[in-house]
């Protein structure tokens, strides 16, 4: 009972903080039971979701895995980068609108109030009813127009694809790498940059 009711304390949190502009994070919780070799086992591309929020211990969790940062004294991530200049952003997209995660600080910041979840889904609409979306760009700037930009931000996102799929795997949630979305009208609702180049995103829900 009291796990009951903890658990709804921090699924209402999740839902009231979405609203705020500036959503610092609950330091992530990196103990997992299940082993690396395990989640590499089951992992698989997982395209129905309950429709149960994500709460944000969970989701920093998620998000650490992604590329938080793993070393503080020099700033590393969780994920291999090319040249390590780290230029994948993550935007992270839900019913209450889309924020811009900040491995540096922890913390969400929001940049559109709206719902651009059927953006992200674009023709695949049965995904478009995860929770939340988690978007990958890559920040071509970081290469300082180096002609392998555009190469090292596509595999840049691969390693943070992997491990999100690997932390998804290991939490119990499901996730799908994907290609496919409405890149012109999300360009618009996130206010990218042209050097922003949309690689990848993840609707992310708990399994069925
Ligand atoms: C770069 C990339 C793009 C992908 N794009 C999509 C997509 O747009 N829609 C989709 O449903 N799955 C997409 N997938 C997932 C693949 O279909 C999936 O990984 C593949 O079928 C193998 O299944 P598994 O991940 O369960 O091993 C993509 C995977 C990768 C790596």
Not at 190 to 208: F, I, R, S, Y
Request: hydrophobic content about 40%; charged content about 20%.
């Amino acid at each position: 009972m009291k796990r009951l009711l903890m658990m709804m304390a921090f699924v209402l949190m999740g839902m009231s903080a979405m609203a705020q502009d500036v959503i610092p994070l609950p330091t992530p919780d990196k103990n997992v039971e299940m082993s690396l070799f395990t989640a590499l086992q089951r992992r698989r591309s997982v395209r129905e979701y309950a429709s149960r929020p994500i709460d944000l211990p969970t989701l920093s969790r998620v998000l650490w895995a992604a590329c938080g940062i793993s070393q503080p004294e020099s700033g590393k991530i969780t994920a291999a980068s090319a040249m390590n200049r780290q230029d994948i952003q993550v935007y992270v997209c839900g019913e209450k609108g889309a924020y811009l995660f900040h491995p540096a600080t922890n913390e969400l910041t929001k940049v559109c109030g709206k719902d651009l979840r059927a953006s992200l889904a674009g023709s695949q609409k049965g995904v478009a009813t995860a929770p939340c979306f988690l978007l990958l760009v890559s920040d071509q700037a970081k290469f300082g127009g180096r002609g392998q930009g555009e190469t090292f931000g596509a595999m840049d996102a691969g390693y943070v694809s992997q491990n999100i799929y690997l932390a998804c795997t290991s939490l119990g949630l499901g996730t799908v790498a994907r290609y496919g979305m409405d890149r012109d009208t999300l360009k618009r609702e996130l206010g990218l940059a042209d050097t922003q180049v949309m690689e990848l995103n993840h609707p992310v829900g708990w399994t069925k």
